[in-house]
Structures are given as C-alpha cells and as structure tokens.
T-cell receptor
C-alpha cells in the first residue's frame, strides 16, 4: 500500500523566514513525488515534481529515498505563499501507475 | 480551452436522492480521474479512465457509485441513494498520455456535494 504523511496540519511563519513543509511516504517501489498547492478560492495545481529537480516560486524539494521523505523548502517565505500544500505520490507498479495518493495537507500561513 | 471544468459547482440534495456530476477534461487529454475530498483530508482516488475505458476503481467506490466516459471525452459520476457520508468535494483531473507532461494531473474546480 502507498501512503503519504504530512505531520503538520498548520504551519505559520513570518515573511522572510525559512519554511519547510514535511512529507514522508511509504511505498515499496520507486515512486514519483509531487507537491500540489491550492491558493484561496483556486483549484489544486501542481507546484513541482521530484523528477524535474527544478525550483518553482523559490520552492525546492529533494527526494530522500533513505528517509522516504520529500520535504518542501523555501529560504525566504512571502505572504503570497500562504496556501494549502499537498504532497502526493504516484506509484509505478501494476495497475496503479497513474493515480495520485495525497497527504492530508499543510496549511501554510505567512504573516507580514 | 481554459482547463478542466466541472458542473455543477455545488449540489445540495436530500438523503436517498440520486445525483450526477459532469467533468469536461482538457481537450485531447485521454486520461481522466475522479477524486473525493472530505474535510481535513487530501483528495482520495476514486476511479480512472483511459479514453472511454474505466481501468481502475478504488474500494471507496461502492456499488452506489458509477462513472462513465462514453465517448472518451467528458465523464459523469453518479451517486445513487445518497447518504450523508457522501458529502464531500468531488474533483476531476485529466492528463495527456505520451508527452513530457503526462505526470501532471490538471484539476477542475470540483463539485461540492451536501447531503441533508
């Protein structure tokens, strides 16, 4: 079974402070990991995926297979980063190749 | 084409009634997914279509739920004899197979269902 755990439901930081949203996963194979974001009154959208190894809006995330983690980081948070963040996993075995398994999400609030 | 669309956006129904939701994916996207999201949870996978074929169904999809994608374009999700536990946000997503963007699922705005 595949599982994604986001231990923090709420995270509050001040503008300019570093932010780290934690994500741990459980999967027997080599998964693909994603971060999705939902801004207020907007639809869920992809922020970044581990295979791209890119930085989007200043956010980065590194897949650590040893610790089965995919934490999202940004060195200097901005108020516009306030949103709900979901970590998601896509397996690569059998018939579950395409579905996403999401964590419960972390609500990030960046205070001025 | 402005993205995945879903109708209706909100639905209030009485317990025991049937409801049907519609999803229109991005043009030429051949994969379509349905997810359900309850309060405080992330989206949970319900079912998935490749063109018109329904290839996977979650155990969450009881026999009261049925999904179709008759022409490989739009999809419908029907819930028969609704129960209060069916109250949730129902999300649709689509992807295009065979391109570098195949991993990216594009989500619709969702249909929020309230069963009284």
């Amino acid at each position: 079974a595949q599982r994604v755990t986001q231990p923090e439901k709420l995270l509050s930081v001040f503008k300019g402070a570093p932010v780290e949203l934690k994500c741990n996963y459980s999967y027997s194979g080599s998964p693909e990991l994603f971060w999705y974001v939902q801004y207020s009154r907007q639809r869920l959208q992809l922020l970044l995926r581990h295979i791209s190894r890119e930085s989007i809006k200043g956010f980065t995330a590194d897949l650590n297979k040893g610790e089965t983690s995919f934490h999202l980081k940004k060195p200097f948070a901005q108020e516009e980063d306030s949103a709900m963040y979901y970590c998601a996993l896509r397996g690569n075995s059998g018939g579950s190749n395409y579905k996403l398994t999401f964590g419960k999400g972390t609500l990030l609030t960046v205070n001025p | 084409d402005t993205g995945v669309s879903q109708n209706p956006r909100h639905k209030i129904t009485k317990r025991g009634q049937n409801v049907t939701f519609r999803c229109d994916p991005i043009s030429e996207h051949n994969r379509l997914y349905w997810y359900r999201q309850t309060l405080g949870q992330g989206p949970e996978f319900l079912t998935y279509f490749q063109n018109e074929a329904q290839l996977e169904k979650s155990r969450l999809l009881s026999d009261r739920f049925s999904a179709e994608r008759p022409k490989g374009s739009f999809s419908t999700l029907e819930i028969q004899r609704t129960e209060q536990g069916d109250s949730a946000m129902y999300l649709c997503a689509s992807t295009q197979d065979g391109t570098g963007e195949s991993e990216t699922q594009y989500f619709g705005p969702g249909t929020r269902l309230l069963v009284l």
